[in-house]
Nanobody, 124 residues
Framework: QVQLVESGGGLVQAGGSLSVSCVASGRTFSSYAMGWFRQTPGKEREFVSAIRWSGGVTYYADSVKGRFFISRDSAKNTMYLQMNSLKPEDTAVYYC?????????????????WGQGTQVTVSS
């Protein structure tokens, strides 16, 4: 059973940086793509970034391109999202998710396993 556990959220001032992590367990992920999504109350879950576990190809939403950086450590089965130049509109619960097809997509229905989420709050 695939399990994803996020950590590292918190409160940061606008312009600051924060990193969130996602530890994956339950199988090998070499054929997977892994993604980060975010959600605020009353809104749909929004794609942030994705990475192909094998090869490390990355994909970003336009809203975070150049500010956020996704990476993974295969030996630790851990994915990271480094968030820089944070804005109040980045405030959300951030979720990691696993996509067994390995395709680099922003659609939530490709991602079959989700973590519990971690809150990121950016104050103005």
């Amino acid at each position: 059973q695939v399990q994803l556990v996020e950590s590292g959220g918190g409160l940061v001032q606008a312009g600051g940086s924060l990193s969130v992590s996602c530890v994956a367990s339950g199988r090998t992920f070499s054929s997977y793509a892994m993604g980060w999504f975010r959600q605020t109350p009353g809104k749909e879950r929004e794609f942030v970034s994705a990475i192909r576990w094998s090869g490390g190809v990355t994909y970003y939403a336009d809203s975070v391109k150049g500010r956020f950086f996704i990476s993974r450590d295969s030996a630790k089965n851990t994915m990271y999202l480094q968030m820089n130049s944070l804005k109040p509109e980045d405030t959300a619960v951030y979720y990691c998710a696993a996509n067994p097809t390995g395709s680099m997509v922003a659609l939530t229905n490709f991602y079959t396993r989700w973590g519990q989420g971690t809150q990121v709050t950016v104050s103005s």
